[in-house]
């Protein structure tokens, strides 16, 4: 009888033990959610990108772009990431992408040229990227967006 009443309060134990772990895994919510939450500039970026992957699909095609995405100019004051500081090499940068990304806009839909102000504008996010003024980590995924030339 002594056992019987030990091993259900050791099993009471258990269980309280194993409920009050899960309520509080359950109260901190994902890892991700509190290690990472993205900067005005990151959202900002992400936009980018994908207005990049939209308006290669419409160079490609021999399409119109539409009207200039003015939220870009964006780029000179939105809250940039916490490891990152609005440098001049940031603004030069920042400058020469929004120049390139008019270009591409005002270009007639008929200029042949219009992919290589396409590649133009992906170059210059690159050249950001991999200069002190930007993060390295997207390289890879914005090169993937350039138009392969055609002269073969």
Do not use: W
Not at 91 to 112: C, G, I
């Amino acid at each position: 009888m002594r056992y019987g009443s030990f091993i259900y309060i050791l099993l009471g134990f258990v269980f309280l033990s194993c409920s009050q772990k899960q309520t509080k895994e359950n109260e901190t919510g994902s890892s991700f959610q509190q290690m990472y939450q993205m900067s005005e500039m990151a959202l900002l970026m992400e936009d980018m990108y994908s207005s990049l992957e939209k308006d290669r699909a419409l160079v490609e095609e021999g399409k119109t772009l539409g009207e200039f995405p003015e939220k870009f100019n964006q780029i000179h004051t939105g809250k940039m990431t916490e490891t990152f500081e609005r440098t001049e090499e940031f603004k030069r940068l920042a400058d020469l992408y929004l120049q390139s990304l008019n270009q591409l806009y005002d270009a007639d839909v008929n200029d042949p040229h219009r992919a290589t102000y396409f590649n133009n504008t992906v170059k210059s996010c690159i050249t950001c990227h991999r200069s002190d003024a930007g993060c390295i980590g997207p390289v890879s995924r914005i090169g993937k967006l350039l138009i392969p030339s055609k002269s073969n």
